[in-house]
């Protein structure tokens, strides 16, 4: 059985992951907007895999017996401004998120929750992996800038991202 505090920091955790679907979605349409429809399918994509991160908890707090409240999410802005600003703001979204994980993994060590602690590690791991990603992308986009054709190679790079599985 699941405790009370780790049960509602999941909770909380899994509105969040809700949280970033949308606002990577409503990127997604901010960038289509600018014809940038590979920038717009890789957040599309991404929006797809916050989704999968908010299941994997669901089924994690079903699982061990917890109840789950799902919370309101608060409406994404609709306006970002241009791609690498976009990318900024995704970079230090993925940043707060790593501090909400671990803070969760902390809580579930102070609670003696192995459990928790175990699954929470995936997370650990993949928010390393989200901010490299994001990191690399945000260093191409400033090494070419928004005018000329560079720009508009990277936005087709980007349409070739794979649906998250």
């Known amino acids: 059985m699941i405790g009370k505090k780790i049960q509602d920091a999941l909770n909380a955790q899994i509105t969040l992951e809700q949280h970033s679907a949308q606002l990577y979605l409503a990127m997604s349409a901010h960038c289509e907007g600018r014809s940038f429809r590979g920038f717009a399918h ?5 929006a797809q895999e916050e989704t ?28 970002f ?8 703001q995704i970079l230090e979204h993925e940043k707060g998120i790593t ?5 969760l993994f902390e809580l579930s060590r102070a609670e003696k929750d192995y459990a928790s602690e175990i699954a929470l590690q995936w997370y650990v791991t993949e928010q390393i992996e989200e901010e490299s990603n994001v990191g690399q992308i945000l260093d191409q986009l400033k090494a070419v800038g928004e005018q000329g054709g560079g720009i508009w190679y990277l936005d087709s790079k980007m349409g070739k991202r794979g649906v998250a599985t």
């Open 42 to 46: 890789w957040l599309r994509v991404q």
């Open 99 to 103: 501090g909400r994980i671990n803070a």
């Open 81 to 88: 401004g241009g791609i690498t600003q976009v990318f900024e």
């Open 52 to 79: 999968k991160h908010a299941m994997k908890l669901f089924e994690f707090v079903v699982d061990r017996g917890g109840r789950l409240a799902l919370a309101a999410i608060a409406a994404p802005p609709s306006e």
